[in-house]
């Protein structure tokens, strides 16, 4: 017999599963963000979550190419972690995908557009923008925003630059995010980061 209360519990479980948006993976988060204490103080690292086979075959594919990829598993980098969605799915072979670490006057100029998009998102930036230990996972169209901002912004030293292509990411449709996600990582298009750039900050 199913009581008032397991209904509660399955209820709030499918709506843990479905609100990360991707049907592919059962409903699971895609991408994570951690905060950890670094030499230069707090420092945010960016992941996409793939299964080991889809890493693999993405990293020989870059390595082809003369590019290279950082992948970790899921344990060596969430371990720790006391979120609920490292416990709510299972993440035996997973991985976590390195998009980009950031820090200092880099993740500073990126803050308000990973706030606007952690919000929209329902989410709590405040688990990796305050002091301390985070993690904080996300779903799909969410870390895909943010993936091109940690991309775009780390080789720039401008910090109007930076804050140029923030704001022209936060204009960014989802469709145009996903458009321009694919291409910086398609071991294909090589110079798909620094078309983005180009873009979104070559009038300064």
Wanted: with cysteine; hydrophobic share 35%.
């Amino acid at each position: 017999m199913t009581t008032g209360l397991d209904a509660t519990r399955s209820g709030t479980a499918t709506e843990r599963a479905s609100s990360f948006g991707s049907s592919v993976y059962g409903g699971r988060p895609t991408f994570a963000m951690t905060r950890r204490e670094g030499s230069n103080g707090g420092e945010v690292t960016l992941y996409e979550l793939l299964p080991e086979e889809q890493a693999a075959t993405r990293r020989d594919r870059l390595e082809r190419r003369g590019r290279s990829l950082v992948v970790e598993s899921f344990e060596e980098v969430f371990d720790d972690s006391s979120v609920k969605e490292a416990a709510h799915w299972d993440w035996e072979e997973w991985t976590a995908v390195k998009i980009a670490r950031l820090d200092g006057g880099r993740f500073r100029a990126l803050s308000p557009l990973l706030k606007e998009t952690v919000d929209d998102a329902e989410r709590d930036a405040t688990t990796v923008t305050s002091s301390g230990v985070g993690d904080l996972f996300l779903p799909e169209t969410a870390g895909v925003r943010l993936a091109l901002a940690f991309r775009g912004i780390k080789p720039l030293r401008r910090v109007d630059r930076m804050r140029a292509l923030c704001r022209g990411i936060a204009r960014m449709g989802n469709e145009e995010c996903y458009y321009w996600h694919a291409k910086c990582r398609a071991p294909s298009s090589p110079n798909g980061e620094k078309a983005l750039r180009t873009l979104l900050t070559d009038h300064l």
